[in-house]
Protein backbone atom coordinates (compact mmCIF):
# COMPACT_ATOMS: atom_id res chain seq x y z
CA UNK A 1 0.00 0.00 0.00
CA UNK A 2 1.36 4.05 -0.72
CA UNK A 3 2.11 6.28 1.67
CA UNK A 4 -0.80 8.55 1.39
CA UNK A 5 0.42 12.00 1.89
CA UNK A 6 -1.37 14.64 4.33
CA UNK A 7 -2.39 17.01 2.07
CA UNK A 8 -4.03 14.05 -0.70
CA UNK A 9 -6.06 12.76 2.66
CA UNK A 10 -7.12 16.56 3.40
CA UNK A 11 -8.67 16.98 -0.26
CA UNK A 12 -10.21 13.58 -0.36
CA UNK A 13 -11.43 14.58 3.46
CA UNK A 14 -13.32 17.45 1.91
CA UNK A 15 -14.01 15.81 -1.73
CA UNK A 16 -15.72 13.53 0.96
CA UNK A 17 -17.71 15.71 3.18
CA UNK A 18 -19.00 17.13 -0.20
CA UNK A 19 -19.82 13.75 -1.95
CA UNK A 20 -20.13 10.63 -0.55
CA UNK A 21 -20.51 9.10 -3.73
CA UNK A 22 -17.80 10.10 -5.72
CA UNK A 23 -15.59 7.30 -5.73
CA UNK A 24 -17.13 5.73 -9.22
CA UNK A 25 -16.07 9.17 -10.64
CA UNK A 26 -12.91 9.38 -9.49
CA UNK A 27 -11.82 6.27 -10.87
CA UNK A 28 -13.10 7.48 -14.10
CA UNK A 29 -10.78 10.24 -14.39
CA UNK A 30 -7.82 8.07 -12.89
CA UNK A 31 -8.52 5.61 -16.24
CA UNK A 32 -8.26 8.39 -18.27
CA UNK A 33 -4.80 9.61 -16.86
CA UNK A 34 -3.94 5.86 -16.96
CA UNK A 35 -4.60 5.29 -20.34
CA UNK A 36 -3.44 8.94 -21.61
CA UNK A 37 -0.01 10.38 -20.43
CA UNK A 38 -0.66 13.31 -22.64
CA UNK A 39 -3.52 14.20 -20.40
CA UNK A 40 -1.71 13.38 -16.97
CA UNK A 41 1.25 15.74 -18.72
CA UNK A 42 -0.64 18.71 -19.92
CA UNK A 43 -2.28 18.73 -16.47
CA UNK A 44 1.12 19.04 -14.75
CA UNK A 45 2.71 21.48 -17.31
CA UNK A 46 3.37 24.81 -15.64
CA UNK A 47 3.35 26.48 -18.94
CA UNK A 48 0.29 25.05 -19.93
CA UNK A 49 -2.50 28.47 -18.57
CA UNK A 50 -5.09 27.30 -16.45
CA UNK A 51 -8.02 28.17 -18.73
CA UNK A 52 -6.64 25.95 -21.42
CA UNK A 53 -6.71 23.18 -18.71
CA UNK A 54 -9.98 23.84 -17.65
CA UNK A 55 -11.33 23.75 -20.97
CA UNK A 56 -9.85 20.17 -21.60
CA UNK A 57 -11.18 18.78 -18.87
CA UNK A 58 -14.37 20.10 -19.61
CA UNK A 59 -14.33 18.70 -22.70
CA UNK A 60 -12.89 15.42 -21.58
CA UNK A 61 -15.37 14.99 -18.75
CA UNK A 62 -18.41 17.46 -18.40
CA UNK A 63 -20.49 14.32 -19.55
CA UNK A 64 -18.98 11.65 -17.23
CA UNK A 65 -18.82 13.40 -13.95
CA UNK A 66 -20.86 15.40 -12.17
CA UNK A 67 -20.11 19.30 -11.21
CA UNK A 68 -18.50 18.72 -8.05
CA UNK A 69 -16.27 16.37 -9.07
CA UNK A 70 -15.54 18.38 -12.00
CA UNK A 71 -14.84 21.23 -10.15
CA UNK A 72 -12.39 19.31 -7.89
CA UNK A 73 -10.47 18.37 -10.44
CA UNK A 74 -9.88 22.00 -11.21
CA UNK A 75 -9.01 22.66 -8.41
CA UNK A 76 -5.97 19.94 -7.70
CA UNK A 77 -4.63 21.81 -11.35
CA UNK A 78 -4.85 25.07 -9.82
CA UNK A 79 -3.36 24.22 -6.58
CA UNK A 80 -0.72 21.95 -8.05
CA UNK A 81 -1.78 18.94 -6.77
CA UNK A 82 -2.92 16.79 -9.19
CA UNK A 83 0.14 14.66 -9.29
CA UNK A 84 -1.05 13.37 -6.04
CA UNK A 85 -4.48 12.19 -7.50
CA UNK A 86 -3.73 8.55 -6.70
CA UNK A 87 -3.21 8.71 -3.68
CA UNK A 88 -6.22 11.23 -3.26
CA UNK A 89 -8.31 8.47 -4.61
CA UNK A 90 -6.63 6.09 -1.70
CA UNK A 91 -7.32 8.12 1.01
CA UNK A 92 -11.26 9.00 -0.25
CA UNK A 93 -11.62 4.80 -0.44
CA UNK A 94 -10.02 5.00 3.04
CA UNK A 95 -13.19 7.30 4.05
CA UNK A 96 -15.59 5.53 2.63
CA UNK A 97 -14.67 2.04 4.34
CA UNK A 98 -14.37 3.90 7.57
CA UNK A 99 -17.97 4.83 7.03
CA UNK A 100 -19.09 1.50 6.15
CA UNK A 101 -16.95 -0.71 9.03
CA UNK A 102 -14.61 -1.86 6.21
CA UNK A 103 -11.11 -3.13 7.04
CA UNK A 104 -9.23 -4.07 4.39
CA UNK A 105 -6.12 -6.38 5.08
CA UNK A 106 -3.26 -8.16 3.33
CA UNK A 107 -3.03 -11.81 3.74
CA UNK A 108 0.51 -13.64 2.64
CA UNK A 109 0.63 -16.97 2.69
CA UNK A 110 3.49 -19.65 1.23
CA UNK A 111 0.59 -21.68 -0.11
CA UNK A 112 -2.45 -20.78 -1.92
CA UNK A 113 -5.11 -21.38 0.91
CA UNK A 114 -8.53 -22.99 0.53
CA UNK A 115 -11.45 -21.44 0.42
CA UNK A 116 -12.64 -22.29 4.08
CA UNK A 117 -9.26 -21.62 5.11
CA UNK A 118 -9.86 -18.05 4.05
CA UNK A 119 -13.31 -18.11 5.09
CA UNK A 120 -11.70 -19.03 8.71
CA UNK A 121 -9.27 -16.18 8.49
CA UNK A 122 -11.63 -13.76 7.63
CA UNK A 123 -13.93 -14.47 10.28
CA UNK A 124 -11.34 -14.33 13.21
CA UNK A 125 -9.97 -11.06 11.52
CA UNK A 126 -13.63 -9.99 11.59
CA UNK A 127 -14.02 -10.70 15.22
CA UNK A 128 -11.18 -9.01 16.27
CA UNK A 129 -11.13 -5.79 14.12
CA UNK A 130 -15.22 -5.73 14.85
CA UNK A 131 -14.86 -4.48 11.07
CA UNK A 132 -16.26 -6.14 7.92
CA UNK A 133 -12.97 -7.27 6.23
CA UNK A 134 -11.98 -7.36 2.46
CA UNK A 135 -8.74 -9.24 2.58
CA UNK A 136 -6.23 -8.84 -0.54
CA UNK A 137 -4.77 -12.67 -0.98
CA UNK A 138 -1.14 -12.96 -1.92
CA UNK A 139 1.37 -15.73 -2.28
CA UNK A 140 5.08 -16.06 -1.31
CA UNK A 141 6.64 -18.88 -0.98
CA UNK A 142 10.03 -17.12 0.50
CA UNK A 143 7.83 -17.18 3.82
CA UNK A 144 7.90 -21.16 3.83
CA UNK A 145 4.44 -21.60 6.01
CA UNK A 146 2.09 -19.64 7.75
CA UNK A 147 1.40 -16.33 7.51
CA UNK A 148 1.72 -12.71 7.45
CA UNK A 149 -1.26 -9.95 8.03
CA UNK A 150 -1.03 -6.25 7.37
CA UNK A 151 -3.35 -4.10 9.00
CA UNK A 152 -2.70 -0.48 8.24
CA UNK A 153 0.75 0.07 9.71
CA UNK A 154 0.75 -3.52 11.75
CA UNK A 155 2.34 -7.02 10.91
CA UNK A 156 1.42 -9.99 12.48
CA UNK A 157 4.01 -12.22 11.32
CA UNK A 158 2.82 -16.06 12.04
CA UNK A 159 5.41 -17.50 9.01
CA UNK A 160 8.10 -19.94 9.81
CA UNK A 161 10.45 -17.84 8.04
CA UNK A 162 9.92 -15.73 11.21
CA UNK A 163 10.36 -17.97 13.80
CA UNK A 164 13.56 -19.85 11.80
CA UNK A 165 15.28 -15.82 12.06
CA UNK A 166 13.80 -15.80 15.41
CA UNK A 167 15.53 -18.60 16.63
CA UNK A 168 18.65 -18.52 14.77
CA UNK A 169 19.64 -14.96 16.82
CA UNK A 170 19.16 -16.82 20.24
Do not use: C, H
Not at 42 to 64: A, R
Amino acid sequence: MTRISTSAITYAKSLFEADKNALSDLLTVNEAINSSKDFELTMLNPSISLQTKYEIIDEIFKKDLNEKVLNFIKILVEKNRFNEFEQIIQAYSNEQDELNNIKRVEVVSAVELSENQKQKTIEKLQTRLQKEVKVNWTLDTNIIGGLIIKIDDDIIDTSLKNKLDKLSKI
